[in-house]
């Protein structure tokens, strides 16, 4: 069973600071995905990948499979990316499931 | 492309009482699961679908719930009867067949008073 870990649990930072949250699992995976959640509930897809970096927008995820850890990147950070960030992996199993980490919320003050 | 739908969005009941809630998943997507995601923890899987069959319940505590998925489409979870733990937000997710991507819906948000 994979265990995933996030840090920080909680991250308050001013706007248009650089913000990193980080990810660490225990074993191999299909895919890791950033998720982000805000407080009505509903959770949106921000990223998956298997290997490298990805980017979108202000966002960045990087992955180091052979460390099994990865890191979500926000530049010039603003009160909107206020919301709950979580971390995700797939097993590589044909059941294609996820394993959650417990998220990290971030505040991000005028 | 129309998203996860679940209702309703919100559901108050009382310890013991019996709650429903629905999710219609993406068109097309064959695979269905369920989460249950209590305040300050990630999402827990409760039981995935694919189409109308069971690939795997075993975090659903069956004394107090139960889901179905009769025609492979949209989907039931029940609870009865309710105990305070059960309060949190649930979650219905799908993807395609074989797909690592999975689609959320709104949640649902159950208080147990």
């Known amino acids: 069973k994979n265990e995933v870990e996030q840090s920080p649990q909680n991250l308050t930072a001013q706007e248009g600071e650089f913000i990193t949250i980080n990810c660490s699992y225990s074993?191999?995976?299909?895919?890791l995905h950033w998720l982000q959640q805000h407080p009505g509930g509903g959770i949106v897809s921000l990223f998956m990948l298997s290997s490298g970096k990805k980017k979108h927008g202000r966002l960045i995820a990087t992955i180091n499979i052979q460390e099994k850890h990865s890191s979500l990147h926000i530049t010039a950070s603003h009160p909107r990316d206020s919301a709950v960030y979580i971390c995700?992996?797939?097993?590589?199993?044909?059941?294609?499931?996820?394993?959650f980490g417990s998220g990290t919320q971030l505040t991000v003050l005028p | 492309e129309a998203g996860v739908a679940q209702s309703p969005r919100y559901k108050i009941i009382e310890k013991r009482q019996s709650v429903a809630f629905w999710c219609n998943p993406i068109?097309?997507?064959?695979?269905l699961y369920w989460y249950q995601q209590i305040l300050g923890q990630g999402p827990k899987l409760l039981i995935q679908?694919?189409?109308?069959?069971?690939?795997?319940d075993s975090q659903l505590p069956k004394d107090r719930f139960s889901a179905e998925r009769l025609k492979g489409v949209d989907s039931t979870l029940k609870i009865q009867p309710a105990k305070l733990e059960d309060s949190a937000v649930y979650l219905c997710a799908s993807s395609r067949i074989q797909s690592n991507e999975q689609f959320f819906g709104p949640g649902t948000r159950l208080t147990v008073l």
């Open positions: 074993v191999g995976i299909s895919a």
């Open positions: 679908f694919q189409n109308n069959g069971v690939v795997d």
């Open positions: 995700a992996v797939g097993s590589s199993g044909s059941a294609r499931q996820l394993t």
């Open positions: 068109s097309g997507h064959a695979t």
